[in-house]
Structures are given as C-alpha cells and as structure tokens.
C-alpha cells in the first residue's frame, strides 16, 4: 500500500516467487545436506582407501560447486529480487526486525563460498586433515545460514510472541524453529541422497557405480524415519488456527497434502529400488526422475507452508496484500484511497469507477492473483459474479474463505473494486435494477349487495411463493400455490357453508393450458417424480378442479402455476372460484391471485442471467454454478449426479419443516442453512439483502411486498429483522437440536449484528413467525413499528392459520394474505391485490373496514364481533 506496485497480470498470482522459490530452496537444501554428503564420502574413500572413491567425489564437489553456487546463488538473488518487489512492505519488516541475523547470514554465506572453492581446487594439493577440516567448515556455515534462515522463515509462519514483544529473540526463536529445523535438517540430507544419484549412476565403472549409489540410498533411507518423526513434531507444534486453517478450511491444500503423503512411500521405494544391481540404462533415468519428485516433494511443503500462514503474510501482523492487521480499522474508517500513498484517484466518480477499480485491485489482489495467468486467475474465480454479486462476495469473503484477508476499504472502494473485476475483467453487468412492469386488469365479479345471498372469501396462504424453474440440474422448491375459501351465508348472523356445497376452480386461460410449458413440465416431473408428479398436479391436471372441503374452509391444494404465458413473465396469475349449490345453482364467485415468482437474483453470484424478459427466472449456467460451489465448500457431488440424469433438491438434505415433523438428515434445515450462510455476505444491506434472492423489491417484475405495510414505509427487517438476525434466530434454533455448523455460523455473524446475540430467541421456520398481535396490541393502533424476536409459538398462531374470536372466520378472509394486506398495490396496480374489497366493497381496504359489516351482515353491527376496535374508520386510508 505504502509502495509503488510491479505490475504483473498473466505471471502474477504468486507465480514467479513459486517457480524461483521453490527451485531455490530445493538446491539450498542440497546445499547443506550436499556438503555433509561430500565430506563422509570423502571420508569413506580414506576409510576403504579407494582412489576411485576419491576421484567420485570430486566430481561430485564440482557438480555440487556449479549447482548451489551458480544455480542457486541466482535463483537467490532471484529471490531477493521477486519478493522486493511483490511484496516489498514484509521484506521491510523482515529486514528490520532480523537485521543483525541477516548480517550474520550473509558472513556465514561468505564463509560457505570460499570454503567450498577451497575445498574443491584444493582436491589433492592438500593434505587429507585439513582438506576434511575445510569441508566441515562449509558444512558447518552452510547449516549455520539454514539455522538463521530457518528462524526468519517460520517466523513469518508462527510469530509468537514477538507480535506482543517486538523481542529480536522472541522472533527468531519463534514456536516453531527447532521443529522446523529439524525437519529441513533431515530434509537437506534427503535431497542430498537424490542429488547423490544422479552423479553415482552416471559413473561407468560398474562396481563404483553400484557402491555410490548405495552410499547415496543410505542418505535418503536413514534421515527418512527422522524425517517424518520431525515432520509430525513440526504439525504438532503449529498453533490450532493454523493447523484448523491448513488441514481442514482450505480445499486447496488438499492437493499438497495429499502430493506430499504419497510422494513420501515414493522416495523410500524409489531408494531402495536403486540399490539393487541394475543396468546404467535402467538407473539413470530413474535417477533423474527421483530428483525430480523430489522437488515435488519440496515443492507440497512450501506450498502447505505457505498456504498455514494465510490471510497473512507475516501471521497476524500483515496481510498478504501488505496491509498491516493494527490498519485495518483505520482504512475501514477513512478509506483505503486516503491512505494508499501511490494512487493516482483519491476519490470516486463515474468517470473514475473503472480506472480507480484497477488501482484498488493493483493494492488489494495483485499480490496474490493474475489476470488470466496459470495462477489464482482473478478472471476464472470470479467468471460468474455481477458488480453487485461480486460486492457482496468481497464484503465477506473471509468468513468462508479464510485464506483470504479481510477487505479493506469504504463500501464505494468496495464497489468500485468489484466492478472493475466483473465489468473492467469479465464484461459482466447487472440487469436494470427498475422492470418495467403494465397494470393488469381485471374483469370483477359480479356482486349485488341487495340479492346476493352468499360471499365466497378467497385468499393464497404465504402471498410470496417462490419456485426455481432449472429442473433438469437442481430445484429450490416445486411450483404449487394453495388457495383457500370461505363461503358466507349472509344474514344477520352470518354463517361459514361447507356442507352440500361444491367449490369449482380455474387458472385463467393464459395459465390453464400446460401444453405451453412442456418444457417446464417434462424437466420438472424428471426432479419430482411421477408420484409427486400426481399428487401435486404438476401434469397441469390442476389448473382446474374442484377444491376439498376441510374444516370450516376450502382448499386447493399445490396448483402448478408458474409465472409464464406466451405472452411473458406474469408473477399474478388469476384464479376463479365458484361455489354451487348441490343442484349446480350458482351462489357466489370470486377471484384471487395466486402470486408465483423465479424473481431470485443468484445470477448475481452464480453465473447466468435472468431467463425471461431480462427480468426472471434461472439458465442452466446459474444451476450448475449453484451445486458447483457446494460440492466444493461441502464435499458434495451433486453436480455429478445431476448432469448423469439426477437432478438436485435442497429439501433431499435440508428439511422444511422442524425435526419433529420432517426425519432428521443430519443437516441444517433449509431456512438455517440458506440464511447462515448468504448472511455473511449480505450483512449490512437491510430490506435490500431480502430482495438480493426474494422477490420483494418495489422496483422489480414481481414487487411481491405489496401489502398495507409496504405503503406506510415498513419493510422485511421491520417483521423478520435484518438478515443477520433472523439468521441467528434460525441457527441458535439449530444449535439447541445439536447441529454444530450452525454454531460455526454462528460464530461468523455475531459481530455483525445490532441486537446482541444472546437477546436473540432461537426459533423454528415455519412455526416461530411474527405475529400481528406483537405490534396491534388488543387489535390497537401500534406503538412501534417492529416485531423482530417475537415470534408465534405454534403453527396453528400463524397469520395464515389464525381465525377471529368466533373461531370461524380466518383472518385472511378479511385481510388477505401475508405480505400482501389490503389495502396492497405495486406496479400491476390496484385490481390484482384487491379484488374481493373492489367487488363487494368498491374499495381497496379489509372486508368490512369503516363500519361495511353490510357484506355480509343483513342488520347493522352495533358489537365487534370478529375482534376488538373494528367498528371505526381505517386508519390508513
């Protein structure tokens, strides 16, 4: 942040340090264990004293020479150079802090240089004493420098207590040092025996050559057993975050972990195969080949150790974007542009957003990611994201994916940094946030008050139904909309009619015929099966029929209606119910809306765009991204079954319904599981989050909110709490049936919430609901406008379920359904959301509001029969 940035786009993503450092540290191991190799070789030649030996090994102290002085003193200065610049901010702190280390380093590395050209241009001139006494002096500097090394190292890893003391020895002594020096002790001997190889089998004199590589196979078989015993030691020691970290949270490592433990059976195989007699033709290509396992070898382990330290460059001191942990709150606070010191935009505009988007990414990402590079491509990761989708993702990304570090900035760097990604990178926008959507017309029912002998009462029990409409891969939920109906007798004491009375309805004639859908209905009977085929109607044999008859009311149960026609998205269609005497005479008609939308906005996030009319529904690329992302996040293979003809619904492991009423799966349910986890990337947004996947926004083709309370200003956070909190109200409901992940998740959310999280009571979907009750204290006027953590006790307290004080009449007969209250309007107008006050009222308001009991009391009403303070004007007129 604090320098100028190298600016790299296809070799970026860490790739150029990966493919010097590895290589360099794979021949400064060989440069310790090499130099022991060469002075109990030499050794060896005195002990057996065999000239041929001798001679071996100086060739070998040649090769060795031309390899670690050349080869790794560039790939050194390589090093340097690289990190210098990708990440020169923790070269600093390195530099500072271990400075008198780094001078002692360096004469131990001087001292390595002019031992071993004196060691190898003294071969033979001097004598064996002294000549053995120089050899140890390189050994001895050379692992000298991989000690201090080896402190700087694992200090970047595992701090300590140096992040308290800012103590020289404190870092350098870190919690890790003497495991890991043993481990590359023993490590630097092993690659000494595989270097060994390679000069023992190409040597031509049959018996030398099987001696040597013998000698060589004792250097890799010995340290072995050490080796993994330092190893274990070294995993022990690292603290439990990092171990949590590497071997559980990072799916990434997995590939080294798993490279590391079969390559480890490998190297001891391959040892022991070249000891056998074997023909030079056979043993130096397999020579060759264990070298270079061996730097694969190498290579598992500096991943894995790179990977135990993230989101940190230097563990919980700096991030490995360079910005360091004790900033962050400040950055958060003014802004990263105000304190980003080689940034051309110091603020945001329209004209800007792109350039400084890049500027921001070249601070935060650069480190870490290329652009269309071998490495951490940011184009590939982020191919599906919207600007907006992208947005959410950064603002939580640390909480599933803790490798990377938290992001640092205001909301409108935030925003300018995804658009550049998914716009600037990608192309990709998002849809117009504003649908134009017609008023819908409806014919009313006729309806005269002086005749009419009954009222039919007709409401759909949610009021926001929402389906995903991709069967062939995965569903959220199957298309079915319940009506129910109350039939009135009118009279001075009205009466609910349900015997030796028969109930017909119809889908209006641009729903009915499922011929139009074929598609819809062919993929969605291969999810659903033809069993629940049947019995929800989804072969269309239930656009119309006639409704069952429960107690006290009517229902039609799971019509199939989607949200389409020929002529487009219709997220209202119209249902017509009559009620017939048991002769066929007509008592009552009426219509209703049954509110069905695929307004849920994952393209966002998940690829795709919206199916119909830029404004609805999922592509195939938004469902195959969906079961991608949780196979990799959950160990699943769901996109594997669904693309071999088994397509995916969440409710086949996430329940509906509560434990005592679904069998358990061992997993969240479905409400838990879906708002645990989009919360951490959707905290923050209020009423915007819901609308982000329900389709409640007042700007979009469904604008499903449209009831009373949407009118007076009141939105989903008013009833339900901001997304935060009713994700912790489902998880706490979880966490008491046992389940730990929603603790994990828990976890996450606590400090992203206003209300505390203890005052937050745990609650069950679909049974632990707000009540109206909570606000319209004795059906008065309320005295604040929420009701978030109150919650109905019982299923049979719900709205939907609830009746008046005679028991008789639901209070949606009266008000309608939920979330769409009369009086209820959006953009499809009045007539749609009202239509049984507009026929027996001529208004919008609730049945029988201002003092109209005349619809279906024949006297005038002098007691409130149906509940408290209902014989006055309606208030919000």
């Keep these: 942040m604090n320098y100028p940035v190298w600016q790299l786009d296809f070799f970026g993503g860490g790739f150029l340090i990966a493919a010097i450092a590895v290589f360099h540290v794979y021949l400064s191991h060989f440069a310790v264990g090499g130099g022991l190799f060469l002075v109990l070789a030499e050794m060896k030649a005195y002990r057996d004293e065999d000239n041929a030996i001798l001679e071996y090994v100086r060739k070998h102290a040649q090769f060795f020479l031309l390899i670690t002085m050349v080869a790794g003193g560039i790939t050194g200065v390589g090093i340097w150079f690289t990190i210098a610049l990708l990440n020169p901010a923790a070269t600093s702190v390195l530099i500072h802090t271990f400075v008198f280390a780094w001078a002692a380093e360096w004469v131990f590395f001087v001292i390595e240089i002019v031992a071993l050209f004196i060691y190898y241009y003294s071969f033979g001139k001097m004598q064996r004493k002294y000549h053995l006494i120089i050899g140890w002096i390189y050994f001895g500097a050379a692992w000298m420098s991989l000690f201090i090394i080896n402190g700087i190292i694992d200090f970047m890893l595992t701090p300590g207590s140096w992040i308290e003391n800012q103590n020289f020895w404190s870092g350098l002594f870190n919690p890790t040092f003497w495991p890991a020096l043993a481990f590359r002790t023993f490590l630097a001997l092993l690659i000494a025996g595989l ?363 799971q019509i199939p209606v989607v949200p389409y026609t020929k002529s487009g998205y219709d997220p209202y269609p119209i249902v017509t119910i009559e009620a017939k005497s048991a002769d066929g005479t007509l008592l009552a008609s009426t219509k209703v809306a049954a509110p069905v939308s695929t307004e849920m906005g994952c393209y966002q996030c998940h690829g795709g765009q919206w199916r119909v009319e830029h404004k609805a529904g999922f592509t195939q690329t938004t469902a195959r991204n969906i079961l991608a992302v949780h196979d990799r996040m959950s160990g699943t293979q769901l996109l594997t079954k669904a693309e071999t003809g088994e397509p995916q619904r969440c409710q086949h492991c996430h329940s509906v319904q509560p434990p005592a009423e679904t069998p358990s799966t061992g997993q969240l349910n479905l409400s838990a599981a879906i708002h645990g986890f989009h919360s951490a990337f959707l905290k923050g947004q209020g009423a915007e989050s819901c609308s982000r996947c329900h389709p409640s926004s007042p700007t979009g083709a469904t604008q499903s909110l449209r009831g009373i309370h949407n009118e007076i200003g009141l939105d989903c956070t008013s009833c339900h709490g901001s997304l935060e909190e009713h994700a912790i109200s489902l998880l706490k409901g979880e966490a008491e049936q046992g389940h730990n992940q929603a603790s994990v998740l828990l976890e996450h959310l606590q400090q992203n919430v206003a209300t505390a999280t203890d005052e937050i009571t745990p609650r069950q979907p679909w049974v632990n609901q707000p009540d109206c009750l909570n606000c319209h204290l004795e059906f008065e006027q309320p005295e604040n406008d929420s009701t978030f953590n109150q919650w109905t006790q019982t299923t049979e307290e719900l709205y939907r379920n609830r009746t008046d004080e005679s028991g008789s009449l639901f209070c949606a007969a009266c008000h309608s359904s939920p979330h769409g209250v009369y009086p209820a309007a959006n953009g499809y107008g009045e007539q749609v959301h009202n239509i049984q006050p507009l026929q027996y009222q001529d208004n919008t308001l609730p049945i029988g509001s201002n003092l109209n009991c005349a619809v279906c009391h024949t006297v005038e009403m002098e007691d409130e029969m149906h509940h408290p303070n209902m014989l006055r004007e309606f208030r919000n007129q």
Excluded at 287 to 313: H, S, V
Excluded at 382 to 402: N, R
Excluded at 409 to 429: F, Q, V
Aim: hydrophobic share 45%.
């Design 195 to 557: 270097f060994g190889f390679v000069t023992a089998t190409w040597v031509k004199k049959e018996p030398l050559r099987i001696t040597m590589t013998r000698f060589a196979a004792l250097w890799l078989l010995i340290p072995f057993v050490l080796f993994i015993f330092s190893a274990y030691w070294y995993k022990v020691a690292l603290p439990a975050d990092i171990q949590e970290m590497l071997f559980q949270r990072m799916p990434a490592m997995t590939l080294y972990i798993d490279g590391f433990m079969w390559i480890s059976p490998i190297l001891v195989f391959g040892g022991l195969l070249l000891a056998i007699r074997m023909p030079q033709a056979v043993t130096k290509p397999i020579a060759l080949m264990m070298l270079i396992i061996g730097l694969l070898y190498m290579g598992c382990f500096e991943f894995m150790r790179e990977g135990g330290r993230k989101p940190y460059i230097i563990y919980d001191h700096m991030y490995s974007n360079s910005i360091f942990t004790r900033d962050m709150e400040k950055i958060n606070q003014q802004g990263l542009l105000a304190n980003a010191k080689w940034i051309k935009n110091k603020s945001i505009t329209d004209d800007n957003r792109l350039e400084t988007g890049r500027e921001l990414y070249n601070v935060l990402c650069l480190s870490c990611h290329a652009v269309g590079g071998p490495m951490h491509d940011i184009q590939k990761l982020t191919a599906g994201f919207t600007p907006s989708g992208l947005d959410a993702m950064i603002s939580g990304m640390e909480t599933f994916h803790p490798y990377m570090p938290p992001y640092a900035g205001s909301d409108e760097e935030r925003y300018a940094l995804a658009y550049y990604i998914a716009y600037g990178l990608n192309g990709r926008l998002d849809q117009e946030a504003t649908v134009a959507v017609n008023k819908k017309r409806i014919a009313m029912p006729p309806f005269d008050s002086d005749a009419a002998t009954h009222v039919l009462l007709a409401w759909n029990t949610l009021g926001m139904h929402t389906i995903s409409d991709t069967y062939e891969h995965w569903a959220l939920q199957a298309p079915g909309n319940t009506i129910h109906a109350q039939l009135i007798l009118r009279g001075e004491t009205p009466e609910i009619v349900t015997d030796e009375v028969v109930l017909n309805y119809h889908m209006e004639p641009a729903f009915s015929n499922p011929a139009d859908h074929v598609d819809f209905w062919d993929s969605s009977a291969i999810l659903f099966g033809e069993e629940l085929k049947r019995n929800t109607g989804l072969t269309g044999s239930k656009m119309q029929g006639t409704m069952t008859q429960e107690d006290g009311y009517f229902m039609a149960d």
